[in-house]
C-alpha cells in the first residue's frame, strides 16, 4: 500500500514534470540538431575536396616528422597558413590516426564553439530568446554544416577571430573590462591560424564602428586597445620570426607575397567572380533569412536617417562586422565562397533580433522591412522544399525515404506561412530549423553515400599503396585537385607530374612506378611512342566541386594506373 508522503511527492513531480519538459526540451532539441549537423557521420566520407586532404596530409607529415613548427606538405615547406590549425588538428589524429574522423574533429569542434559564443553573446547583450534562436539560425546554416564537416581551418579561424571580438564587445558594453583580455588572446589565435588578415578585419570594423556611432566610440576608445595589440604580437609574432629566420627569402615570398598580397592585388589563377559574387553567396547562404537581414537593414538605415528608430550600439557592432568582412573580401581579386564566413554570427544575430521583435510584437507589417522578411520566411521556405523534390528525383537515384527532406521543408514552409499569415509567430523557428535538421540527415545518410561511390580516386590510391614495392615510386600525372586526396591515401612521396615533357623523362627512365592518370592522358602518352601497362581501372568522378557536378552531370571518368611495360616490380608480378 502506498503512503501518504509517497502519492503526495509523486503528485508534485507530476505536477513539475510539464515545466520540466518545457524548460529543457528546447536545449534537447537544439543539442540533437547540433549532433545531426557537426557530428553524426562526421568520419564516413572519404577526401573529395583538395583542400582538406591537403591540409590533412600536411599535419600527418607534421606528425611524422616531429617538426611543430614548419608545415610540410610532400617533404616540402608549405607555406599556405600558419601552423596553429595544424597544430590543434594534430592532436586528434595522434590519438585516433590519421582518418579522416580524426582530420575533421578540430572543425567540427570548432564550430561547436562558434555556436556556443553566438548564443552567449546574444544572451548577454540582447535577451535569452535572440541568443537561442541565433545559435538555431547558425547551426542550420548551409556553412555551418559544409565547413564543420571539412578538414579545413575556416571555423577554426572564425571560432577564434569572432570569440575574441564577441569577449571585446562584451567588455565595451557591459563594463566589464576584464573580458577584453582574454578576447585579445583568442586574435591573437586567429592571427596563427590564418595570419595578419584577422587584425586587418579587426581594424576595419573597428574604425568603422567608431565612425558611425558616437556612442561605439566612447565605449571601443575607453578600452585597452594598445595593450591589447602588444598581447596579439607577443603571442603571434614569434612564429613568423622563426619562419623568417629558417626559411629567409623563400618564406617572404612563399606566404607574404603569394598567399596575402598577391592573392589580393592579383591573384595567378583566372575566371575570377566579380564584386556582386559574395552578396550572391550570402542570399542564397542565409536562406530562408535573407529578406529578414535586408529588411533589418533596411529599417536600420530608414531608421537613422528619419531618427525614428536608431540602431542601439550592439547592432551597429553587428553590421560594421558584417560589412568589414564582406567589404574586404568583395574588394580582394581572389575570392572564394568561404572567405565571408565569419560574418555569419553576426548575420545570424541579426536576423535573431528581428525575430524577437516580431515576436514581442515590437514591429508592423506595414511599417517594418523585416516583418516583411518575416512574412516571406515560409513560402521561401515551400520554393526551396519543391526545389529540392525536384532536384532529388532528377538528378540522384535515392531511396524513397530520402523524400523525407523535401516533404519536411515544404510542411514546414506551409506551417509558417499560415501562422505569420495569422500574425502568429512562434517564439522560435521551429518548424524551419526541423526542416532543416531533417534535410542534413537525408544528406549524411544518402546523398553522401551515392557521391562517395563516384569518389574512386582514394580507392585507387589505396591499391597503389597495397601493390606497390618498397623500391617504387609513385607518380600522379595531370589529376589536378585530386593530387592531394591522391598523395594522402597513398601514404608515401609522391612526384606531381604536370607536362608530357616530365612524363616522358619519369617513363623513359629505368624506374620502377606506379602512375596514376585519366584514361584519355594514357591513350595519349601511348600514341606518343611510350610503353605502359595498364595494371588498374576505376570509373568514376572527375569533378571536386559541386559547381563543375552540376556541369558535369552524368560524366564519368576512367581512371587508371600505369606502369613501364613488361617492367613491373617484382613484388607486383602478382598482379
Known sequence: MQSPHNSGIQTRLSGRTPAIVRKWAPYLWLAVLVFTVLFW???????????????????????????????????QPFFDKPVFFHVLQALPMSLL?????????????????????????????????????????????????????????????????????????????????????????????AVLTKGPLALALCAIAFLLAIAVSEDARRRLLALRWMTGLAIVLAIATPWFVYMLSRFGDDFVRGYFLNENLTLFANPPYGNQPGWSFYFRILAVGLLPWTFLVIGRLVDDVRGAVEKTRTPDTFEVLLWSWAVAIVGFFTLSAFKLDHYVFPAAPAFCLLAARGWVDATARTTDVRKSAA??????????????????????????????????????????????????????????PWFV????????????????????????????ARWVAAHAGANTEVAAYRLDRWDPALRFYVARPMISIKNPDDAKALFKGHRRFYCVMRESEYKALVADGLQLDVVYSRRGMWATSGKALWRQRGTLTNFVVVTPHRAAPAADRTL
Open 433 to 460: 530549423a526541423s526542416a532543416f535538421g531533417v534535410t542534413y540527415a537525408v544528406m549524411i545518410l544518402w546523398i553522401g553515400p551515392a557521391l562517395e561511390q563516384w569518389k574512386v580516386v582514394p580507392d585507387v
Open 41 to 75: 557521420r562526421l568520419g564516413a566520407p572519404s577526401f573529395w575536396d583538395p583542400d582538406e586532404a591537403h591540409y590533412a596530409q600536411t599535419t600527418r607529415e607534421l606528425i611524422e616528422t616531429g617538426d611543430w613548427l614548419a608545415p610540410q606538405y610532400n617533404q
Open 97 to 189: 590516426g590519421p582518418t579522416e574522423l580524426s582530420a575533421r574533429l578540430v572543425p567540427a569542434l570548432a564550430a561547436l564553439a562558434l555556436i556556443l559564443v553566438t548564443w552567449w553573446l546574444g544572451k548577454t547583450l540582447v535577451s535569452t530568446n535572440a541568443g537561442f534562436i541565433a545559435a538555431v539560425l547558425l547551426t542550420i546554416s548551409p556553412g555551418v554544416f559544409a565547413l564543420s564537416r571539412y578538414a579545413i581551418l575556416d571555423t577554426v579561424f572564425a571560432a577564434w577571430l569572432f570569440g575574441g571580438v564577441s569577449l571585446v564587445t562584451v567588455a565595451a558594453l557591459k563594463d566589464r573590462p576584464t573580458l577584453q583580455y582574454p578576447g585579445y588572446v583568442a586574435i591573437a589565435f
Open 371 to 428: 516583418a516583411v522578411g518575416i512574412v516571406l520566411i515560409g513560402p521561401l521556405v515551400l520554393v526551396v522544399g519543391v526545389a529540392a523534390g525536384v532536384l532529388m528525383e532528377v538528378w540522384l537515384d535515392l531511396p524513397v525515404a530520402a523524400l523525407a527532406a523535401p516533404i519536411a521543408l515544404i510542411a514546414a514552409g506551409a506551417a509558417l506561412t499560415v501562422h505569420t499569415a495569422a500574425r502568429k509567430v512562434p517564439r522560435a
